[in-house]
């Protein structure tokens, strides 16, 4: 019952960047792991970053290490992801999901689910 909302998607040429938003609930916000997700046409969805209610703890998947950085506002009751040197091959729905585990866990439950964002990214 958690609302997540994604903004910021769209379209964006190679090498350029993209700041995504995830407005939370202010009841859970700062109680939850929250992460970004994202899912390509035929593809699993995929964990790509995480950050921990205290910021204390985060996590990046390696195809994005070094290129997007996950951060919150727990005033502001959002998490954001900035995405620099963008590559075609991040072209896919991003999507902002909650967990109330502690910290991220890599294959591990997420609660709650943002409706997506699209972010394409052209040669």
């Known amino acids: 019952q958690v609302q997540l909302v994604e903004s910021g998607g769209g379209l964006v040429q190679a090498g350029g960047s993209l700041r995504l938003s995830c407005a939370a609930s202010v009841r859970v916000f700062s109680r939850y792991t929250m992460g970004w997700f994202r899912q390509s046409p035929g593809k699993e969805r995929e964990l790509i970053t995480g950050?921990?209610?205290?910021?204390?703890?985060?996590y990046y998947t390696d195809s994005v290490k070094g290129r997007f950085t996950i951060s919150r506002d727990n005033a502001k009751n959002t998490v954001y992801l900035q995405m620099n040197s963008l590559k075609p091959e991040d072209t896919a729905v991003y999507y902002c999901?909650?967990?109330?585990?502690?910290?991220?866990?890599?294959?591990?439950?997420?609660?709650?689910w943002g409706q997506g964002t699209q972010v394409t990214v052209s040669s």
């Open positions: 999901a909650a967990s109330v585990n502690a910290k991220v866990v890599v294959g591990g439950r997420w609660d709650y």
């Open positions: 950050i921990s209610w205290s910021s204390g703890s985060t």
